[in-house]
Nanobody
Framework: QVHLVESGGGLVQAGGSLRLSCEVS????????MGWYRQAPGVRRELVAS???????HLADSVRGRFTIDRDNAKNTAYLQMNRLKPGDTGVYYC??????????????WGQGTQVTVSS
């Protein structure tokens, strides 16, 4: 059974930084793309950043220049470094990963979410 375990959320003042981690655990063949979504109250879940197994990154316009995403394939872990945080970055951040558990198509897995709160 594959699980995504997130860590690193918390409360920070505007202008501060946080680093989120997401580790894929459980038996699997390989991990394809990984990414982070966030959801604020009353707002649709939105993609913040994603990274392929080869390291190709995508960042939402709202976070480009402030956030970076990277991964350590040996540790099955992706990271979201968030700098110059703004109150508008507040929300629950969810990690997602496309995981091959067999030779069939990859399955999508989600973490439990971690709260990020940025105070003004």
């Amino acid at each position: 059974q594959v699980h995504l375990v997130e860590s690193g959320g918390g409360l920070v003042q505007a202008g501060g930084s946080l680093r989120l981690s997401c580790e894929v655990s459980g038996q699997h063949r390989r991990i394809d793309a990984m990414g982070w979504y966030r959801q604020a109250p009353g707002v649709r879940r939105e993609l913040v950043a994603s990274i392929t197994s080869g390291g190709m990154m995508h960042l939402a316009d709202s976070v480009r220049g402030r956030f970076t995403i990277d991964r350590d394939n040996a540790k099955n872990t992706a990271y979201l470094q968030m700098n110059r945080l703004k109150p508008g970055d507040t929300g629950v951040y969810y990690c997602t990963a496309q995981v091959y558990v067999s030779d069939d198509d990859p399955l999508s897995y989600w973490g439990q979410g971690t709260q990020v709160t940025v105070s003004s």
